[in-house]
């Protein structure tokens, strides 16, 4: 089972959760500039870059095990497929799957099988009945690879927290590599089964589950502490191998944009994320879980279409109330199961934040996201990242997450390029917003350089104001401020929690008014202090 491609992280562990459940899997590697050439010998003109980076990739993935490796092509076909997810509307994910088996057979690996996993219950070409085609599509599987993927979001975003603050920052890389090992091992060797006991079965028939072993399921991830234990392994690599010197002013920079663009890492994205920490940046990358709540969210729009269309197509009759009363009991059975899940989601986001020291920020509400869009970009738009890439702009500035928002998404991308003409009414009403959308391609990385490169200059400026003011209004020299971190190795801890305060974005200015906090409560720094100053006197 050949699959990708997110980031590094997500790629990893999904694999290992894939053999940990007993599949034979890999994932391509990152998509390189080599890849997309290949795919653009292979597709047809006119694709977004994603299908062409991918595309390639794959093509390039064969082409090695043919020719490097010696396997026959009957044999490719036969034992190896491709497994990705699609999507429908006016985004061109959903013709994915068209575009990767044409580019196949033109590649000379014809039958090759693509499965898609998407919102249309397996993709074109593909019967619902027979959604899998080999590939065995329970909750236990859902259930593992989702937990797989919020382990690498939050892996990823306490990374990039870290990175740009890390005292040995070359160490960083190392450590990631040594977490990500950990967590290989753990999800290859952990047990994903689900043993139904008496009670299930009893209870199953008043559940919408299909089986008492899906039911397990359920309630076993109510239990599972695995997920705690690995993710509290990293924190403990991370505190012995890396020590933060937070009193550097960095600004924040929000990802948002397209789907792929926003998750890649490598020439997909001109490696944005790697080029805005060589420039001094923090990097705040949106998980795919937040992308998973939001397609969650919608089914509760579609429960309600289908609940109007089912009130208004009932007869009149004497039965006429006693259906109405059916359609809006399946409406509001529905709704809360779909609130349910989403609980359950948060939930289980919340529990990996806390084992691996709580800094990562929670996901936010979609139902508080799509208040916010909605004036912009109607909820109902679908395809893409809907009211997402709005909603989360506006979202950011007003609760001051980000001192810039990167919006990336890929060249000619119908669904993003609709909300960078809405991004123009949002500009309009905030002016001050800074806001730059990029569109990456297989080339011009210089000239989306140069353009981040002036916004970015805006972000630095606001965050070395905001440490300064910080200094000001705590009346400290950073001096000071070093001398008192030097004495509390503690407060370099990764994890040593930082009280965010009103209108202050940038993680310096909020440390340095943190430990002015702590000086106040110290006595034996006043004393210190006190003792300073008298030295100090005597030798005037």
């Known amino acids: 089972m050949i699959f990708g491609s997110l980031s590094t992280a997500h790629d990893r562990l999904l694999k290992a959760t894939l053999q940990g459940l007993g599949y034979r899997a890999d994932h391509l590697a990152t998509p390189t500039r080599r890849d997309f050439q290949t795919g653009r010998e292979y597709c047809t003109a006119g694709q977004c870059n994603p299908v062409y980076f991918v595309t390639g990739a794959l093509i390039n993935y064969l082409t090695r095990l043919r020719d490097e490796e010696g396997v026959a092509p009957e044999r490719i076909v036969a034992d190896y497929v491709f497994v990705t997810v699609g999507s429908c509307g006016p985004c061109r994910f959903g013709m994915y799957e068209a575009q990767y088996r044409a580019a196949l057979h033109k590649a ?24 899998g085609d080999g590939f065995e599509t329970n909750l236990r599987l859902y259930r593992a690879l989702l937990n797989g993927l919020f382990a690498a979001d939050v ?22 590599e040594e977490c990500l090992t950990e967590c290989e091992t753990i999800l290859r060797d952990k047990s994903y ?26 309630l076993g991830q109510l239990r599972d502490s695995d997920y705690v234990r690995m993710l509290s392994r990293c924190r403990s690599i991370i505190e012995r191998n890396i020590k933060v010197d937070r009193l ?4 924040v920079v929000k990802i948002t944009g397209e789907f792929w663009a926003q998750t890649t890492e490598g020439d997909g994205n001109f490696r944005m994320f790697q080029f805005l920490e060589s420039e001094g940046a923090e990097v705040r990358v949106e998980p795919i879980a937040a992308w998973i709540d939001y397609m969650r969210h919608n089914l509760h729009g579609v429960a309600r279409d289908r609940r109007v269309v ?19 009991t399946r409406f509001l059975f529905q709704d809360r199961l779909l609130r349910l899940t989403g609980w359950l989601m948060h ?31 109607h909820s109902r738009i679908m395809g893409g990242e809907g009211y997402l890439e709005i909603a989360k702009n506006i979202h950011a500035f007003h609760h001051r997450q980000a001192h810039m928002t990167l919006s990336l998404k890929p060249f000619g991308c119908m669904p993003s390029t609709q909300s960078d003409g809405a991004q123009a009414a949002v500009l309009s009403r905030y002016p001050e917003m800074n806001f730059l959308p990029i569109e990456t391609a297989g080339d011009g990385e210089l000239n989306a350089y140069s353009r981040v ?8 400026t606001q965050s070395r104001d905001e440490l300064r003011q910080a200094l000001h209004e705590c009346n400290l020299s950073l001096e000071t401020v070093q001398a008192y971190v030097v004495r ?15 209108g202050v974005i940038g993680r310096g200015a909020n440390f340095i008014r943190h430990v002015a906090r702590l000086m106040a409560r110290d006595p034996g720094w006043k004393e210190q202090q006190r003792v300073n100053t008298g030295i100090l006197a005597d030798k005037a």
């Open 108 to 131: 000379g690996f014809d039958g090759f099988r693509v499965i898609t996993f998407d919102k249309k219950a397996g993709g074109d070409g593909h019967d619902p009945g027979a959604v």
């Open 155 to 176: 892996l990823n975003a306490v990374f990039h927290q870290m990175r740009p603050y890390a005292v040995d920052s070359e160490s960083v890389d190392a450590v990631l």
């Open 193 to 218: 089964e689900a043993h139904p006991g008496w009670m299930t079965r009893l209870l199953r028939p008043l559940t919408p589950l299909g089986s008492a072993e899906d039911l397990a399921q359920f």
């Open 248 to 251: 550097r002013a960095k600004p």
């Open 310 to 328: 089912a009130v208004d197509r009932i007869p009149a009759g004497p039965l006429q109330p006693l259906r109405r009363l059916g359609a809006w």
């Open 347 to 377: 939930r289980e986001y919340d529990r990996l934040r806390a084992a691996i020291g709580g800094t990562v920020p929670p996901l936010t509400g979609q139902l508080q996201l799509e208040r916010i869009g909605n004036p912009y970009y």
């Open 453 to 460: 490169q002036m916004s970015l200059s805006e972000a630095k």
């Open 488 to 502: 509390h190795p503690h407060l370099g801890d990764p994890f040593h929690p930082i009280p965010e305060h009103p």
